[in-house]
Every structure is written in C-alpha cells, then in structure tokens.
C-alpha cells in the first residue's frame, strides 16, 4: 500500500519511485494502465488513510480522531470525498425526490463529523445551487477544513460550526443530512440522529454510514475493532435501520455499497 501511494503521488525521490515501482511490477500493477483515468490523488489518499491511521493507533496517539496527524486527517478526509461521486450518480436516483431537492436553488446539506470538509467540499462542486453545512467538535481539524474550502471553488457554500450533533438545533431546513457513525461517539450519535431528522426539511433523506457486518468472524470483528478503535459507533444494518425507524422517518433502506465502502442506510422525512 505505501508503494501504491508513492507511485500515485510520483512525488517522492527517483531511487524511491524506482523501488515502489519495482514492486509493483512484482504484484503485477501497472499504475498508469490498471488505474486508467481514476483521480490519482484521491485514490492515493484512499491507499494512504489506514497507514497513517494504522501508526498513529499502535504509536499511542491515534486512540481517537483527535490524536491523529494532520496528514492522517487529511488522507480520510480526500478518501471519503471520493464516495460522493458514486453517491450522485448511483444513490441520489433511488431516492424519491433528492435529485430535485438537491438542485433547488437554496437547497441545504448537513455533514456531521465534517473533518477537513473535503466531502463538504465534493457535495458542493456536485451540486451548483447546494450549500453544505459542515459540523465537528476538533478545533484543529476545522482549521484544516477552512483551509480545504478557502483552496476550493466553492467557499461560499460550505459553512464550517464547532459543534456536537447532540446540540443541533436548527429545525426542517436540509434535504440531505449525512451521519458517519464510525466517526461519531455512541453518545453523541444517539441524542444527535433525532436532532438530524427534525433538522431534515420535509421530504429530505437522512443517511447513515455505517460498518457491514455479514456474518463473517474475521471480517466483523475487523470492521468493528477499527470503529471502536477510533472512538465510533458499530452499527449493522438492521441497527442503523432501527435508529432512523425510531425518530419517525419512513423508507427506510439499506442500499448496496461497493466492497470496501461502508454500508449506507437511509431514511425520509415524511413530506
């Protein structure tokens, strides 16, 4: 994975590049031929988020968000911006009526547990007329989100707030409000998802991502070690399904991700 991130950056010394290369060509990956015209960068930082994750966590720093590098934010930030994309294209067509509320002029997101706001940031190059309110609770990963939109197109609509979604109180304004739970505290995930559906406009979607637990030993306990790792919140389907029952919204459904995407479940507010 390190030398999968060297060769997508090609920023690092030649001998080094050589090296990575090298390998590469071991395993029988051609960067430029297998990858196509994929976002290097983006993909780059998808490669590079668990390892610097993965050394801040056994180096005694990493127990919580906060303890994580700026490098390491900033990697999760660009490899989670990368879902919005698929999300437009494959998850807002199945939702009754997102499209249209999202292209409305005024329209209204909410990115709980922003980070560095690069998925604020990827809604809002999307969607021309959206304007993404992003909360979080670190002031130093705020700072580096205001970076992130003063360096983007799109700064007049994305508003960044230090606040914990458990204190959202503003009421029927969103079309669409994300909540990663591996990235919010139980705590604050269950006073805050009512918050978010009594924030929702009517007819808006929330959507909650969330850890797949299908039934394999191995790959569960990994999927909810590295959410409680982290200081999140493990949830399966049939969990994050009855959350969004309990707080009055209807449709709910989980829709198929692609592997190694987190699984989604979603919810309406009734019109």
Same mark, same amino acid.
């Given at each position: 994975?390190?030398?999968?991130?060297?060769?997508?950056?090609?920023?690092?010394?030649?001998?080094?590049?050589?090296?990575?290369?090298?390998?590469?060509?071991?395993?029988?990956?051609?960067?430029?031929?297998?990858?196509?015209?994929?976002?290097?960068?983006?993909?780059?930082?998808?490669?590079?988020?668990?390892?610097?994750?993965?050394?801040?966590?056994?180096?005694?720093?990493?127990?919580?968000?906060?303890?994580?590098?700026?490098?390491?934010? $900033? @990697?999760? !930030?660009?490899?989670?911006?990368? %879902?919005?994309?698929? *999300? /437009?294209?494959?998850? +807002?067509?199945?939702? #009754?009526?997102?499209?249209?509320?999202?292209?409305?002029?005024?329209?209204?997101?909410?990115?709980?547990?922003?980070?560095?706001?690069?998925?604020?940031?990827?809604?809002?190059?999307?969607?021309?007329?959206?304007?993404?309110?992003?909360?979080?609770?670190?002031?130093?990963?705020?700072?580096?989100?205001?970076?992130?939109?003063?360096?983007?197109?799109?700064?007049?609509?994305?508003?960044?707030?230090?606040?914990?979604?458990?204190?959202?109180?503003?009421?029927?304004?969103?079309?669409?409000?994300?909540?990663?739970?591996?990235?919010?505290?139980?705590?604050?995930?269950?006073?805050?998802?009512?918050?978010?559906?009594?924030? $929702? @406009?009517? !007819?808006?979607?929330?959507?909650? %991502?969330?850890?797949? *637990? /299908?039934?394999?030993? +191995?790959?569960?306990? #990994?999927?909810?070690?590295?959410?409680?790792?982290?200081?999140?919140?493990?949830?399966?389907?049939?969990?994050?399904?009855?959350?969004?029952?309990?707080?009055?919204?209807?449709?709910?459904?989980?829709?198929?991700?692609?592997?190694?995407?987190?699984?989604?479940?979603?919810?309406?507010?009734?019109?």
């Amino acid at each position: 994975m390190a030398a999968l991130t060297l060769a997508l950056r090609d920023d690092g010394p030649e001998e080094q590049m050589r090296a990575a290369a090298d390998l590469l060509g071991a395993l029988g990956i051609d960067v430029r031929a297998d990858l196509g015209d994929l976002d290097r960068a983006g993909t780059a930082a998808q490669a590079a988020a668990p390892l610097l994750q993965t050394a801040s966590l056994v180096g005694g720093d990493g127990s919580r968000w906060a303890g994580q590098s700026d490098g390491a934010l $900033l @990697a999760q !930030g660009r490899a989670s911006a990368q %879902g919005a994309a698929a *999300f /437009a294209q494959f998850g +807002v067509p199945r939702l #009754l009526g997102l499209a249209e509320a999202l292209a409305a002029p005024g329209a209204r997101m909410l990115d709980v547990g922003t980070g560095v706001a690069a998925l604020a940031v990827a809604y809002a190059e999307l969607f021309p007329t959206l304007t993404v309110v992003g909360l979080d609770v670190l002031p130093r990963v705020l700072a580096l989100a205001a970076e992130t939109i003063a360096a983007s197109a799109v700064a007049a609509r994305v508003v960044l707030r230090e606040q914990d979604v458990s204190a959202l109180d503003d009421e029927a304004i969103y079309v669409l409000g994300w909540i990663p739970a591996p990235f919010v505290p139980e705590r604050a995930l269950r006073e805050g998802v009512p918050r978010v559906a009594r924030a $929702l @406009a009517p !007819g808006g979607w929330a959507m909650v %991502g969330h850890g797949k *637990f /299908a039934g394999d030993p +191995v790959e569960d306990a #990994l999927s909810r070690f590295k959410t409680v790792a982290y200081g999140g919140t493990a949830l399966n389907d049939d969990q994050a399904q009855q959350m969004l029952r309990d707080v009055g919204l209807t449709d709910v459904m989980t829709l198929p991700t692609p592997p190694g995407a987190p699984a989604v479940t979603f919810g309406r507010k009734s019109p």
